[in-house]
């Protein structure tokens, strides 16, 4: 396997006055990587003083011996570039996609996959002994697809001048493509097709590439369409298991003639509700979504089903709805944007004290501090059952499905 002097990052320097660290601003250092952190950079530290100074350092994989550069310095840590890779990780990789290091659309694409996973579990436990040191819980297996290439249903490229692609990392300017290894074979053929249609332009534009309801793949500049279901599941595989896991888990939890109300908050266009209302006919479920064109598709689908009786649908706030109408007392079914749930919702639901709390989660931060709000608030939950699914191969992105119940 061969290693190239990798291109800088696009991480602009920024003196921070009065952290202490601004001296170390493009000074060169060997480093070795710990682990790798939540936003996908690894973590190496430099010794200054009379203390260690962590450094994250993108693109690099867990056991790297590097020479890196100090790119940029923060308060109380830095940023480093690699100027070269000494010893390679065993866990690192030639990145299949010619421009990996360069693009800001993955951030893994060096590591091999398994370790990928190891990482991901690895980073989802750091958090919950931070914000829960004194909860016993299992971590159980994280749940993968064979597609760790090929799995987005839709992709977002930008457009400005004459070139067309995704931006490198923390920086607008545009790395040129004409493939995307991660997105489905169908939308693949349509990034070229797109680029030729495109007159050179003076401003940024957006353009998305997915493949609608139908099966069939189309592209549009994002402003003149909106963002229209931009916010449902991109993996539709691991998508599908995440929602058999889930379903599979509320019915070891309540019977399936159960006939009292379910509450669904952060609802979207119904990833959940359907296969719910399959499951449970007799359930009365209460979805909540603040997005009106995801609530206008559910509500489509509901009369098509003939769910009418059964399902409703809510476009409002999740927490005005929290605070003016009933929730269950028996499951409440959460998956909130990568923010989390405002603090009073969750003490909210707590204060309720509904027999099981179902939270899936997009954002590991936001998970394990909503749950130590959710344990803090009402002391009687406890975890049931926790597990990664891998929505996003070679990134550092995952979701995750966190169970409560009442002991």
């Known amino acids: 396997m061969g290693f190239r002097k990798l291109a800088p990052q696009s991480k602009v320097s920024n003196e921070k006055r009065g952290s202490g660290l601004e001296s170390l601003l493009r000074s060169e250092h060997i480093v070795t990587v710990e682990k790798m952190s939540i936003g996908g950079d690894g973590v190496a530290r430099i010794p200054v003083l009379d203390r260690t100074v962590v450094v994250l350092i993108p693109k690099s994989a867990r056991h790297d011996e590097?020479?890196?550069n100090i790119s940029q310095t923060e308060k109380t840590f830095l940023f480093g570039e690699i100027l070269e890779i000494i010893k390679p990780s065993p866990f690192?990789?030639?990145?299949?996609?010619?421009?990996?290091?360069?693009?800001?659309?993955?951030?893994?694409?060096?590591?091999?996959?398994?370790?990928q996973i190891n990482q991901k579990e690895l980073l989802l436990k750091e958090l919950f002994k931070k914000f829960l040191p004194d909860l016993n819980y299992d971590l159980l297996p994280t749940?993968?697809?064979?597609?760790?290439?090929?799995?987005?249903?839709?992709?977002?490229?930008?457009?400005?001048?004459?070139?067309?692609?995704?931006?490198?990392?923390n920086s607008h300017d545009i790395v040129p493509i004409t493939d995307c290894l991660i997105a489905e074979a169908p939308i693949r053929s349509k990034i070229a097709e797109l680029a030729q249609t495109l007159k050179p332009s003076i401003e940024l534009k957006k353009y998305e590439i997915k493949i609608n309801q139908e099966g069939k793949t189309e592209y549009y500049d994002i402003g003149s369409h909106?963002?229209?279901?931009?916010?449902?599941?991109?993996?539709?595989?691991?998508?599908?298991?995440?929602?058999?896991?889930?379903?599979?888990?509320?019915?070891?939890?309540?019977?399936?003639?159960?006939?009292?109300?379910?509450t669904e908050l952060y609802a979207g266009a119904g990833n959940f509700t359907f296969a719910l209302a399959q499951a449970f006919t007799k359930m009365k479920i209460e979805a909540v979504e603040l997005n009106h064109r995801l609530t206008a598709a559910a509500v489509e689908i509901v009369k098509t089903k003939k769910l009418i009786k059964q399902v409703t649908f809510f476009t409002t706030k999740v927490e005005t709805f929290a605070f003016h109408q009933p929730l269950s007392s028996k499951i409440i079914l959460l998956d909130p944007p990568r923010s989390g749930c405002l603090p009073e919702v969750i003490r909210r639901i707590a204060d309720k004290k509904p027999e099981h709390i179902v939270y899936v989660s997009c954002h590991p931060?936001?998970?394990?501090?909503?749950?130590?709000?959710?344990?803090?608030?009402?002391?009687?939950?406890?975890?049931?059952?926790?597990?990664?699914?891998?929505?996003?191969?070679?990134?550092?992105?995952?979701?995750?499905?966190c169970i409560l119940s009442i002991r």
């Open 66 to 68: 590097l020479k890196i």
């Open 92 to 115: 690192r990789r030639e990145p299949p996609c010619p421009v990996a290091f360069e693009c800001g659309g993955c951030s893994w694409q060096q590591i091999v996959e398994a370790e």
């Open 143 to 169: 749940v993968t697809s064979d597609k760790k290439f090929e799995y987005r249903n839709r992709i977002q490229l930008k457009h400005f001048q004459d070139k067309i692609g995704y931006f490198k990392p």
């Open 226 to 262: 909106g963002e229209g279901l931009a916010f449902s599941q991109v993996n539709n595989s691991v998508n599908q298991l995440l929602v058999d896991e889930t379903l599979k888990q509320i019915k070891s939890l309540i019977p399936t003639d159960f006939s009292g109300l379910m």
């Open 365 to 401: 931060t936001m998970l394990a501090r909503d749950i130590a709000l959710f344990i803090k608030s009402s002391p009687e939950y406890q975890i049931k059952h926790l597990q990664i699914f891998d929505m996003f191969p070679q990134t550092d992105h995952f979701e995750t499905l």
